[in-house]
């Protein structure tokens, strides 16, 4: 889907999460924040993904979140520390689209963590939500 911008996964994808949300993990959220891209693509699948949960799940998308500075691609830095560092400063919050809310803050790919630790950080300290929580679809093999 990401490669070559092939949209059939974004269905299944969606109602996996949807499903794992409401029937496993049973968390009330008010709003999703997908994760800005590094990149810009025509297609972009973390976006689009949670569009689909979005409707599935019932809730809006939020706007409270912008990626405010270019970043190199985090695959190409191997160091957590030198990630961490490169995200500084990059997002900023509108906290009247996230104070008191219940976020799940959504992912494709969980890898060192440093992108997602870093917005979380940023919508604890300047968004005031009532919780932040994260989902990925899946995890960056070891190795």
Same mark, same amino acid.
């Given at each position: 889907? @990401?490669?070559?911008?092939?949209?059939?996964?974004?269905?299944?994808?969606?109602?996996?999460?949807?499903?794992?949300? @409401?029937?496993?993990?049973?968390?009330?959220?008010?709003?999703?924040?997908?994760?800005?891209?590094?990149?810009?693509?025509?297609?972009?699948? =973390?976006?689009? =993904?949670?569009?689909?949960?979005? =409707?599935?799940?019932?809730?809006?998308?939020?706007?409270?979140?912008?990626?405010?500075? @270019?970043?190199?691609?985090?695959? %190409?830095?191997? %160091?957590?520390?030198?990630?961490?560092?490169?995200?500084?400063?990059?997002?900023?919050?509108?906290?009247?689209?996230?104070?008191?809310?219940?976020?799940?803050?959504? %992912?494709?790919?969980?890898?060192?963590?440093?992108? =997602?630790?870093?917005?979380? %950080?940023?919508?604890?300290?300047?968004?005031?939500? @009532?919780?932040?929580?994260?989902?990925?679809?899946?995890?960056?093999?070891?190795?």
């Amino acid at each position: 889907m @990401k490669y070559r911008q092939d949209k059939c996964a974004i269905g299944e994808l969606a109602e996996a999460a949807a499903d794992f949300c @409401k029937n496993k993990w049973l968390l009330k959220i008010d709003t999703i924040i997908p994760v800005p891209p590094t990149q810009t693509r025509r297609l972009q699948p =973390v976006a689009a =993904v949670a569009q689909s949960l979005a =409707v599935l799940l019932n809730v809006p998308l939020c706007a409270g979140l912008k990626k405010v500075k @270019k970043t190199l691609q985090l695959k %190409d830095l191997s %160091d957590y520390h030198e990630r961490t560092e490169a995200l500084q400063d990059a997002f900023e919050i509108d906290a009247s689209e996230t104070k008191g809310k219940r976020i799940l803050l959504f %992912d494709d790919l969980y890898g060192s963590g440093a992108t =997602v630790r870093t917005i979380a %950080d940023a919508l604890l300290k300047r968004g005031g939500p @009532k919780s932040v929580h994260l989902l990925t679809l899946t995890k960056k093999a070891s190795g």
